[in-house]
């Protein structure tokens, strides 16, 4: 099964140190999971500043600047794992840094048939 954990913080949450070595303890955590044959993906995403939401309302597109929701925590990356099941995601979700001052939401991802380039597949 494949899993994204979602990982959620305030921007502001970590120092600039803090940061460099959760950047670091991930891209780890990532050679681990590779190496365990369960990692997909992951990437930290630019500031919430640079966000841009885009929907369809009566066939008309609204776009607007910043991301979808006002939330205290906003989406700061993911993890892209394969995982037999979500006792395993919970565990790989658990070593992920941002958990420590955030929060990781783990979902299970549906498999669409015929997608292009499937990852892992």
Known sequence: MKYM???YMQEQAMSQSERTQCYQDSTQLAHDLHSAGQFLGANP???VQ???S?????GRRLVTDGPFA???EQLGGYFL???PDLDVAIEIASRIPGAKKGTVE???LLQLEGLPGEIGG
Not at 54 to 58: A, Q, S
């Open 81 to 83: 794992i394969d995982a």
């Open 54 to 58: 885009v929907r369809m309302r009566e």
């Open 5 to 7: 954990l979602l990982i």
């Open 50 to 52: 640079t966000a841009t």
């Open 106 to 108: 783990i979902r299970p």
């Open 45 to 47: 995403l630019q500031s």
């Open 70 to 72: 006002e939330t205290r």
